[in-house]
């Protein structure tokens, strides 16, 4: 867990699909939310991009992204 890597949403670009939050499995969004909504930067794996791969409107980054290589968590998201 981390507090200097989480996803930020641009929703002008995000379409709502729900797919960031159906794949998330460590608290981070809103489940409740149709609109992603991150309630648990907190809880966000350092440099997992599991949610991001998956967005269709490219309306996922992260804070604390540099550039530097990218992981998934062992969870598989
Ligand atoms: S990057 Fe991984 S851990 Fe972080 S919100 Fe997305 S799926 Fe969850
Ligand atoms: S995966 Fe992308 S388009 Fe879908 S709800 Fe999440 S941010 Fe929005």
């Not at 804070?63 to 598989?76: L, N």
């Amino acid at each position: 867990m981390t507090t200097n890597w989480y996803p930020i949403i641009n929703y002008e670009n995000c379409i709502e699909c729900g797919a960031c939050i159906n794949k998330c499995s460590h608290g981070v969004y809103d489940k409740e939310s149709a609109k992603p909504m991150v309630i648990y930067p907190d809880g966000c794996i350092d440099r997992c991009t599991g949610c991001q791969a998956l967005c269709p409107a490219e309306a996922i980054q992260y804070y604390g992204d540099t550039g530097g290589p990218k992981t998934t968590c062992s969870c598989g998201c």
